[in-house]
């Protein structure tokens, strides 16, 4: 049977208002097994931050050394915060804001608390606005790399075809509507019969296909010099302090910590799943599928002339001029935005449920209408994004556009913010024991590791990383 869910009620008694906390027997939907779990997980996780996001911000900060800290940032920052967020969901079996809203003995926490599951639902909430609009323009590459109106309606200049599409009026919000709707009625059918059974289906696909096209750009002559930039570490990129930011804020985004993820999924999670293992391979296939990513795009762009260094234009701009010059290239370059088109509806299913779990739980909605609501909603607060580059391109905040401005606020502040309160709640707001046990590492050696880097490293590293990419570090 499903585990209970916690809430709080109000009651009155002595003259004056009083809460106490009660637990309501209401069923709550669980995954059907753990490999269902991890499938739905691992989908949430992966996409266009593993695809997309991952190949032009490694391109940017150095290749290989890059790849080391962000690896680093993974095992020391990311899994031990996964196992966290995870334990806090599978503890609250509630939405984001009740896990940080259940506490000791019966005892509420303190506000401050509370407010970070507030601002971690409106992180996912705020992230989504933006990455559906992105997501928009890979279903808008598919569809022109199948009709073939891609390849033959502007030649080479990739440029012009691509700031043309998104410097429209209404084609971009078409694309980021579309993609929102795919999200919608996913989530719309629940965890079993709509999440759960999409990521089966999917996400095993998205393996298969990231593999072939891996194979297919290692087989170009000349890309041994990709293998290079990605696996012969430069030593001196260590010099450059955004390295660390960038690597910190792509493992953030990549995994999907700070944004409640981890503690919705787990909140559906039963106690029959050993979360550690959970946790180790939910890290590890996230991880593969960035390499592998890597591996698809860094030794194409090498072998054909292309700069690894191109930015967020790397897969709209750059690599549609590459697919041109490649042996079966239409075809290839349809595989690839079909790839991304998957990763991001998976990874959009995932952000949308953690506002439409907090809708369900708290305000007690059902799930079609919540998730309809929720969906509207994200679409009119990313209307401003996906015109960032056309009728609103005049609208900066500071030196960035409205899109850009959101996704650096996020990614590389308010996740990492997010990061280290969920740290300290679990490290010292949870009573040692209780951390330990809901983690299920124990109070061996391996659990008070654990314990001693969510207590300390985390916060301290994620701090220290965050100072230094505002530069007051």
């Not at 309501?24 to 996409?47: D, K, M």
């Not at 196992?83 to 809203?101: H, K, N, P, S, V």
């Not at 980021?176 to 696909?205: C, H, K, T, Y």
């Not at 999924?265 to 550690?276: E, V």
Request: overall charge positive; hydrophobic content about 55%.
């Amino acid at each position: 049977m499903p585990l209970p869910r916690h809430a709080w009620t109000r009651t009155r008694g002595a003259g004056r208002a009083r809460r106490e906390y009660r637990v309501l027997n209401i069923p709550r939907e669980q995954w059907s097994s753990r490999h269902g779990f991890l499938l739905a997980t691992i989908g949430g996780a992966v996409g266009i931050g593993n695809l997309w996001r991952f190949s032009y911000v490694a391109g940017e900060n150095g290749g290989a050394v890059f790849l080391l800290i962000y690896l680093a940032c993974i095992v020391l920052i990311g899994l031990p915060l996964m196992i966290a967020e995870l334990a806090l969901g599978r503890r609250a079996q509630g939405d984001a804001i009740t896990a940080f809203d259940t506490g000791e003995s019966g005892r509420r926490p303190a506000a401050g608390w509370r407010g970070l599951g507030w601002l971690a639902v409106i992180a996912a909430a705020l992230l989504l606005s933006y990455y559906s609009v992105i997501g928009g323009w890979a279903l808008k590459y598919l569809a022109g790399a199948v009709t073939g109106a891609l390849w033959q309606t502007v030649g080479t200049d990739y440029g012009g075809y691509f700031r043309l599409f998104i410097a429209q009026p209404a084609e971009p919000l078409i694309w980021q509507a579309s993609m929102l709707i795919l999200a919608v009625l996913a989530v719309a059918g629940g965890i079993r019969q709509g999440i759960e059974r999409i990521n089966r289906l999917l996400v095993p696909f998205l393996g298969l296909i990231i593999f072939a096209l891996a194979a297919y750009a290692l087989s170009l002559p000349g890309s041994g010099a990709g293998i290079r930039f990605l696996f012969a570490p430069d030593w001196s990129v260590l010099a450059q302090p955004g390295v660390y930011a960038a690597a910190l804020g792509q493992a953030f985004f990549s995994l999907g910590l700070g944004m409640a993820f981890f503690i919705t999924y787990g909140s559906y999670m039963p106690r029959t799943f050993a979360l550690p293992a959970c946790a180790a391979t939910i890290a590890v296939g996230d991880t593969l599928f960035a390499l592998i990513a890597g591996l698809a795009i860094f030794p194409a762009v090498f072998a054909l002339g292309g700069d690894p260094a191109a930015g967020p234009q790397l897969a709209f701009i750059t690599l549609p001029q590459i697919f041109l010059q490649m042996p079966a290239g239409y075809l290839v370059g349809a595989i690839f935005f079909f790839l991304l088109c998957t990763a991001a509806a998976t990874s959009m299913i995932a952000l949308l449920e953690i506002p439409v779990a907090a809708l369900t739980h708290r305000m007690k909605l059902r799930r079609a209408p919540a998730t309809l609501g929720m969906g509207l909603l994200v679409f009119l607060i990313g209307v401003p994004s996906a015109l960032s580059f056309g009728v609103l391109g005049e609208l900066r905040i500071g030196s960035l556009g409205i899109l850009d401005a959101i996704d650096s606020g996020v990614s590389n502040f308010v996740l990492p913010v997010i990061g280290i309160g969920t740290a300290l709640y679990v490290g010292w707001g949870l009573r040692r024991a209780t951390a330990l046990a809901e983690s299920e590492l124990g109070d061996g050696r391996l659990g008070r590791t654990w314990l001693w880097l969510v207590r300390a490293v985390v916060p301290v590293m994620i701090l220290l990383i965050l100072l230094q990419s505002t530069g007051l570090f």
